[in-house]
């Protein structure tokens, strides 16, 4: 069973930045490509971006693309999503997420995943 930990979430102003970082146990993290998904009042869980267990293939939603990178230290188990040039649109409970193999099919897909994290709040103010 794998945990994982968000943390780094918070609130700022637009334009400004924030960095999460998730932090696994419970499991060789090599074993697992991460994700970080994004949640909304009164919306749907979605996909922001996507790396595989070398980081060879990295993933980002178009409406994130050029402002939020995903990084990760297989040493430290944990995984980043640098945000920047953040939005008020960009507000939503955080949720980073943990899929089992080294494959890098369909990681924008939340059925992907076997395991999520308790999710952090990021408040972007205007």
């Known amino acids: 069973q794998v945990q994982l930990v968000e943390s780094g979430g918070g609130m700022v102003q637009a334009g400004g930045s924030l960095r999460l970082s998730c932090t696994a146990s419970?499991?060789?993290?090599?074993?697992?490509?991460m994700g970080w998904f994004r949640q909304a009042p009164g919306k749907e869980r979605e996909f922001v971006a996507a790396?595989?267990?070398?980081?060879?293939?990295?993933y980002y939603a178009d409406s994130v693309k050029g402002r939020f990178t995903i990084s990760r230290d297989n040493a430290k188990n944990t995984v980043y999503l640098q945000m920047s040039s953040l939005k008020p649109e960009d507000t939503a409970v955080y949720y980073c997420?943990?899929?089992?193999?080294?494959?890098?099919?369909?990681?924008?897909?939340?059925?992907?995943?076997?395991?999520w994290g308790q999710g952090t709040q990021v408040t972007v103010s205007s």
């Open positions: 419970g499991g060789t993290f090599t074993n697992y490509a």
């Open positions: 997420a943990a899929a089992f193999g080294r494959n890098s099919f369909n990681l924008q897909s939340n059925g992907k995943y076997d395991y």
């Open positions: 790396i595989s267990w070398r980081s060879l293939n990295i």
